[in-house]
């Protein structure tokens, strides 16, 4: 993986975590098509378990929590995040450096020496600097540490076996943003497969989600989302001496212009 595949850009308050998918396979058969009365049933079963997912996940403007990102090991996140009180703290460890992020009501901090021209010192960034789809937000929609809303978007097929939820996604379609994301390798095309990768999530017995897992497959590596310590208080310190952000930073942004 290639230091621009993967640092693809920031949201949330993370820097999207995304990962070149490799050369593409021959196209699969696709399966015939099932009896309208299956497909009715299977299209009801799925709606009832993104249902459940969604519901799983209402904890995001409710409580603090900590979610933890992770693709194939090699780039990894953690983060704690209140929304109710607007704190943030964010840790992002890619090959070739780590990105840390503070966030206290409206102002963000910011520490990396992954940029062209920025230094390793704490800096402050100016909002009305900030390009749209870097998106450091505590507003609804915009808050969710982990991506889990963009999997959940993403998912073609679902059951639910009490609080363990398996399916297929589409992979493809997983939007750009922060958490887990993918892009296709050499020649921009994804393996016919990968828009049915299979995934397995579970929710706690409170109905919150805690892990959304996608197996290494179809040329995609594995991938983890988790979310844990619900409630926990997020206690986050203004970095002493934090400078202003420089002009070379924002450029850079959401555009994964790693050095």
């Avoid at 015939?32 to 079963?45: G, H, I, K, M, Y």
């Avoid at 540490?145 to 999997?151: A, D, H, Q, T, Y």
């Avoid at 399916?167 to 049915?196: K, L, M, Y």
């Avoid at 934090?242 to 450029?251: F, S, V």
């Amino acid at each position: 993986m290639t230091r621009r595949a993967t640092l693809a850009g920031i949201s949330a308050g993370l820097l999207l975590l995304g990962c070149s998918v490799g050369a593409p396979t021959k196209s699969e058969p696709r399966p015939e098509s099932a009896p309208v009365s299956a497909a009715s049933a299977d299209a009801t079963t799925t709606a009832e378990a993104i249902g459940l997912l969604r519901g799983g996940t209402a904890f995001v403007n409710q409580t603090s929590y900590r979610s933890d990102v992770d693709i194939a090991s090699q780039i990894t996140s953690l983060s704690h995040t209140d929304n109710v009180h607007k704190r943030l703290t964010a840790k992002v460890t890619a090959p070739g450096g780590v990105i840390e992020i503070r966030m206290i009501d409206d102002e963000v901090y910011m520490k990396t020496s992954l940029f062209r021209g920025v230094g390793d010192e704490w800096t402050v960034l100016d909002p009305a600097r900030v390009p749209s789809d870097f998106a450091l937000s505590f507003a609804p929609g915009k808050n969710d540490s982990g991506g889990s809303g963009r999997l959940i978007d993403a998912i073609v097929t679902a059951r639910a076996d009490g609080p363990e939820i398996s399916g297929t996604i589409d992979a493809t379609r997983i939007a750009a943003g922060n958490g887990i994301s993918f892009r296709p390798g050499p020649g921009g095309v994804f393996p016919d497969s990968a828009r049915r990768h299979t995934f397995r999530a579970s929710l706690d017995t409170e109905g919150r989600l805690v892990s959304f897992l996608m197996p290494e497959a179809s040329g995609l590596p594995n991938a983890s989302l988790r979310y844990s310590d619900f409630g926990t208080t997020v206690t986050v310190a203004r970095p002493p001496g934090a400078i202003a952000a420089p002009d070379a930073l924002y450029p850079q942004l959401g555009l994964g212009e790693g050095k």
